[in-house]
């Protein structure tokens, strides 16, 4: 089959411009460095009894414990620990 001119031309057109969306997907793309950095909260825990509680909250491998006390109707943060570097060690079995 023999197409026209036109044809050819819509068809050169179309792919160009997938071509280019797909060149801007891939710019876009997260790096393993961002996925793998993160921040997260882990290990929640609660106190047995006035409704405060604790976790672990990892920043691109920094890791410090985070207390979250009530009072009145919101809840007040404070971090416990200070690690500012990424040492690799976990924090793991907080009571």
């Not at 047995?48 to 009145?72: C, E, M, S, T």
């Not at 007040?76 to 570097?85: C, E, I, K, P, Q």
Request: net charge negative; hydrophobic share 45%.
């Amino acid at each position: 089959m023999i197409r026209r001119p036109a044809e050819c031309l819509l068809v050169l057109f179309l792919c160009a411009i997938f071509w280019n969306s797909a060149i801007d997907a891939q710019s876009k793309a997260f790096t393993l460095r961002q996925v793998m950095g993160a921040p997260f909260p882990y290990d929640l825990h609660a106190a047995p009894k006035g409704g405060a509680f604790l976790w672990v909250y990892d920043n691109q491998g920094r890791r410090n414990i985070w207390v979250a006390d009530p009072h009145g109707a919101h809840y007040d943060l404070h971090r416990v620990t200070s690690d500012d570097a990424d040492d690799g060690i976990e924090i793991g079995d907080i009571v």
